[in-house]
């Protein structure tokens, strides 16, 4: 049996707050006048996915997609597998892709390649954490909360074996 603990605060409520708030602006900004389907990715992104909607005052819809990379290491397979898939039509729509943490790239390099093959108008990316040390593939995130280093992050969201989603914030987890 392995024992894990979780570290101090790296991340505030307040700060990922702060930064829906500005995220959402920019997002409101850009498809101004337009409709966007936010597309949330089960199940890392829930606490994101509702700050962003929040903040972003456009005409929308919400849709999830669940999908994974395999088993409950800290380290993706590569291989995605989708678990659920959209609900909602998306030909000639703008697709805001909302995820918890790009790492390898892997999972929204797929995700881009689906959407795109669906005919979705615009593709962009809305991530609330960028571990840029982790990219195998070519990634930009549009919209971007935070960098972080080469950590298991955990917390608001991310998990660890399906532990620690429910921290109302980011820490990251030391493995002993
Ligand atoms: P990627 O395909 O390697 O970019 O990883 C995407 C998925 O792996 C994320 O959506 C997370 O579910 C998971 N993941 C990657 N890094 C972490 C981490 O540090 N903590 C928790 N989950 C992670
Ligand atoms: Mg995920």
């Known amino acids: 049996m392995h024992t894990e603990t979780i570290g ?6 307040e700060e990922i707050n702060a930064k829906a708030a ?3 602006r920019r997002i409101t900004e850009d498809f101004a006048g337009e409709e966007v389907v936010l597309v949330g990715i089960l199940r890392g992104a829930v606490l994101w996915m509702a700050d962003i909607m929040k903040n972003v005052n456009l005409d929308m819809v919400i ?9 409950a290491s800290t380290k993706s397979s590569g291989i995605v597998k989708i678990n659920k898939d959209l609900d909602t039509d ?13 790492d390898s790239g892997v999972t929204l390099n797929y995700l881009k390649g689906y959407f795109e093959s669906r005919g979705a108008k ?5 991530a609330l954490l960028d ?3 982790g990219r195998r593939v070519d ?13 298991f992050i955990v917390g608001y969201g991310l998990d660890f074996d399906q532990k620690y989603r429910n921290l109302p914030y980011i820490t990251w987890l030391k493995e002993e």
Do not use: H, L, W
């Open 22 to 24: 500005e995220i959402g």
């Open 122 to 126: 615009v593709i962009k990316i809305c």
């Open 131 to 133: 571990k840029p040390e």
């Open 8 to 13: 101090t605060v790296m991340i505030t409520q």
């Open 90 to 102: 998306i030909e000639g729509k703008n697709v805001i892709i909302v995820e918890d943490i790009v």
């Open 63 to 71: 849709d999830f997609m669940a999908v994974s990379s395999y088993g």
């Open 139 to 151: 990634i930009d995130v549009d919209y971007k909360g935070f960098t972080v280093d080469n950590r």
